[in-house]
């Protein structure tokens, strides 16, 4: 069963022999399991350990994965910090973070649907990333390439702050 749930996931999702994964869900978690140990271990990718979960952030910048597993708590727990951050912060701030997700939701939503993305939109997300989703990004080591959430269902309003930041 593992094994073709993980042939399944390979077929779905593009990950190669160069990813590497921070693990920090435990091993007894059938989601880190299958996605976080069996799949790796059949694509041979790298798997890094976070020392705890406490050091998800700190072990992400050593370790820069390029693959993020995790449960709809790690994630709702990502959003509220940003969101506690945010809320605090001058206007002018707001509104910039705010204009970023706009434009990075309008990216990610022709990327999924497949349609082209006017220069002025590819402008507006290349200003976005630099000033907004860099930095985000750089929380997670910098180079991922995508984040699975599982497990549990993730609410729609934290997947596309995700979706939009990339």
């Known amino acids: 069963n593992f094994m073709h749930n993980v042939r399944q996931v390979y077929a779905g999702l593009p990950i190669y022999s160069s990813d590497k994964h921070l693990s920090f869900l435990p091993l007894s978690h059938v989601f880190e399991r299958m996605c976080g140990y069996y799949l790796m271990a059949y694509v041979g990718a790298e798997i890094s350990y976070a020392a705890s979960i406490d050091t998800v952030i700190d072990d992400a910048q050593k370790y820069e994965p390029t693959f993020l597993l995790a449960v709809p708590r790690f994630y709702e727990k990502v959003w509220n910090v940003i969101k506690q951050k945010i809320s605090i912060a001058p206007k002018w701030k707001k509104a910039l973070f705010a204009w970023s997700l706009k434009i990075g939701g309008q990216i990610a939503e ?53 979706r939009s930041i990339g």
């Not at 630099?130 to 997947?159: C, P, Q, T």
């Open 110 to 162: 022709a990327e999924q649907s497949k349609k082209s993305v006017s220069i002025l939109n590819k402008i507006q997300h290349g200003i976005a990333y630099i000033l907004i989703f860099k930095k985000m990004r750089a929380l997670f080591g910098g180079h991922l390439r995508f984040a699975v959430s599982g497990g549990a269902a993730l609410e729609a309003e934290i997947g596309d702050f995700f």
